[in-house]
């Protein structure tokens, strides 16, 4: 056989064998530590409909289909997900129960020592494995179709913006852009999730929403609301026609919420393992990365002790960030 015979032979044949044994091996190493855990109960820290709550939903469907046992989502919304991360926190860490969340849980914490959770002390991240660019809407009435008329309207009259909570990444990314960025006087209604705070808007009690960009694509694109600007570093390949705040002028201007999973502490490191790479082939399937993308997600996969590194540096960050705004609901 030649070289070149061989090579053809290597990258028709063995290769493709190769990427199927590994992969099929990783589901049945997952399925094998998973296999004595009757069933798991995915927590979401906010009412069904927001950005991490649909990601929760379309991993429990895969992963009951991928282990062959009941995985469902458990909705516990309440002060920007510190309800379910206190939760989550006093759970046995026996791999039944999981969590999904955002950074809204760190700007919680710092927020609120009170809250009855660290993140460091409570958690084990499972990894890091979706962003989202959070983005400004507004009512169809407002006389406002972009973020310069927005500026120009609030010097004028009193202008109400909704988010899913105090303290949510959405929250500080709008309180950041407007406030501090902009120098304009903006009044914060908070809502117990991104749904009602983009009910708000298109009813009328707001004119503006902040949100995760996700839950609010299908609004804009339906013509219930008006996408003025996205706080990512790149446009949302769903809403192109949506300009980033840095295009507008805002230089370095980012603010982005990501997403990871997390177990109890104390939860076996084999469990966790199981869990990463069960969720990582889930999110790496063809399907699921193009369905995420359509909604206005972006894969990102990070291994659980680099996402722990830097949860450790987004505390510092942020809390640098909560020196310098003043937080309230009215």
């Known amino acids: 056989m030649n070289i070149n015979l061989r090579f053809s032979f290597l990258r028709k044949i063995v290769l493709p064998c190769l990427s199927f044994l590994l992969i099929y091996t990783s589901q049945v190493y997952a399925q094998a530590d998973l296999a004595a855990v009757p069933k798991i109960t995915i927590v979401v820290g906010f009412p069904p ?49 999981i969590f999904v969340n955002s950074n809204s849980m760190l700007v919680n914490q710092l927020m609120n020592p009170d809250s009855g959770y660290d993140v460091n002390r409570d958690l084990a991240p499972i990894g890091k494995f979706f962003s989202q660019a959070n983005i400004l809407v507004a009512n169809n009435d407002l006389p406002a179709n972009n973020l310069s008329e927005l500026i120009a309207l609030a010097k004028k009259q009193d202008i109400t913006f909704s988010s899913p909570g105090i303290g949510s990444i959405p929250h500080l990314a709008a309180e950041r852009l407007l406030t501090v960025n902009s120098n304009i006087k903006v009044r914060h209604i908070p809502y117990p999730g991104a749904a009602p705070a983009l009910a708000s808007a298109i009813g009328g009690q707001v004119q503006l ?49 990501w997403g990871g999973f997390f177990a109890p502490a104390a939860t076996p490191k084999s469990i966790i393992n199981a869990l990463e790479n069960a969720i990582t082939k889930i999110m790496t399937e063809p399907e699921m990365k193009e369905k995420l993308v359509n909604l206005g997600f972006e894969l990102v996969i990070v291994k659980p002790d680099t996402f722990q590194q830097e949860i450790n540096e987004e505390l510092k960050t942020w809390k640098d960030l909560l020196g310098k705004i003043k937080l309230n609901d009215n």
Do not use: H
Request: hydrophobic fraction near 40%; avoid cysteine.
């Open 209 to 257: 929403a902040s949100v995760s960009a996700p839950t609010a694509v299908n609004f804009i694109k339906g013509g219930k609301l008006k996408g003025l600007v996205v706080t990512s570093a790149q446009r949302v390949s769903s809403l192109p026609n949506v300009p980033t705040a840095i295009e507008l002028g805002y230089k370095g201007f980012a603010v982005e919420t």
């Open 49 to 97: 409909g927001g950005g991490v709550d649909i990601v929760g939903r379309l991993v429990a469907e895969k992963l009951s289909t991928m282990l062959n046992k009941p995985v469902i989502v458990e909705n516990k919304p309440g002060a920007s997900s510190g309800i379910a991360t206190k939760y989550v926190a006093a759970a046995k860490p026996d791999g039944q129960i």
